[in-house]
């Protein structure tokens, strides 16, 4: 390897990071690569979902700080660089009908304007490879959808000097991966390994709702292994307080379950400027020998 790999995750809030693709940054920190985490929003409109601390008046009253603080505790356990872009929360519009988006939020701002200051970014940091989430925000929350459409017009950008001429040395990603972790055959195999050993699944009622939306199959290109690194990506989604209940569902499959039966994170890659062969395991792969 002659030159320095650089891997960018694009998410939304804080919290993101640590519950997608978390296990894989942190295997690449360990092998030396750059990784820099890009967060969209403050996650000033996330609810607090820690039954423990939900009532807390000064967290209620703080939130946009405690979510800071807990974002740079979640960076140092993952061992990652983050930057925030700056643009603020949407929410998670619930009820029939939706409620309208608050002004000035994320998924509001014009997609050009704010693809720019991930051209910024892209263009400061210099990643070969860029992950970030599908069409369809892995799951339907506006600030992940908007990621995904600022994450296309900026991958297309970045290289080219004509655009954003305001943001910085053009630079070219290689390769744009849609973080496919949360996919139906990974959710099926550990359902089923909870199952046969006579416990609890956690996931009945997900993969419910995934027959009834009937949400199309993705495209898994690439399986890393990372299941050295588990604990660590538990670790850091901890670290978000308010965001998670560590006697929740998210951690109610055994590591030696998670580990036998699925040992790996998943990817779609969405977009390449180098030869690959599909499957892969590596995403840098076609880039890593070339270097
Ligand atoms: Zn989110």
Redesign the pocket.
């Known amino acids: 390897m002659t030159d320095q790999l650089r891997l960018m995750a694009v998410?939304?809030?804080p919290?993101?990071e640590s519950?997608k693709g978390a296990a894989t940054m942190a295997k690449y920190v360990s092998e030396g690569v750059d990784v820099l985490v890009v967060t969209c929003?403050g996650?000033e409109r996330?609810s607090i979902l820690n039954p423990k601390l939900q009532g807390d008046k000064y967290i209620e009253e703080h939130i946009h700080e405690v979510r800071k603080k807990e974002m740079d505790e979640a960076r140092e356990i993952l061992g990652v660089k983050q930057e925030w872009l700056g643009f603020v929360d949407s929410g998670l519009p619930e009820g029939d009908p939706l409620p309208p988006l608050p002004e000035g939020c994320f998924a509001l701002e014009d997609v050009d304007k704010a693809a720019g200051e991930l051209v910024k970014q892209i263009r400061a940091f210099r990643p070969q490879v860029i992950t970030t989430y599908d069409e369809n925000g892995g799951?339907p929350?506006p600030?992940?959808i908007m990621?995904h459409k600022i994450s296309m017009v900026a991958f297309d950008a970045a290289g080219d000097p004509e655009r954003y001429p305001e943001a910085g040395e053009p630079w070219t990603p290689l390769k744009l991966y849609y973080n496919q972790g949360f996919n139906r055959p990974r959710t099926m195999a550990l359902h089923q390994a909870m199952l046969d050993r006579g416990l609890e699944s956690p996931y009945g009622e997900w993969l419910k709702r995934w027959e009834e939306f009937g949400q199309r199959e993705r495209t898994l290109t690439t399986h890393i292994p990372c299941d050295d690194f588990y604990e660590i990506r538990d670790k850091a989604l901890i670290a978000h307080a308010t965001q998670i209940d560590p006697d929740g569902g998210w951690f109610r499959v055994p590591m030696e379950i998670q580990r036998e039966v699925w040992p790996t994170e998943e990817y779609e890659l969405a977009k390449s400027r180098v030869d690959t062969a599909i499957p892969e395991d590596d995403l840098f792969a076609g880039i890593r020998d070339n270097a």
Do not use: M
Request: hydrophobic content about 5%.
């Open positions: 998410h939304a809030h919290d993101d519950s929003t996650g996330g799951y929350h600030d992940h990621t």
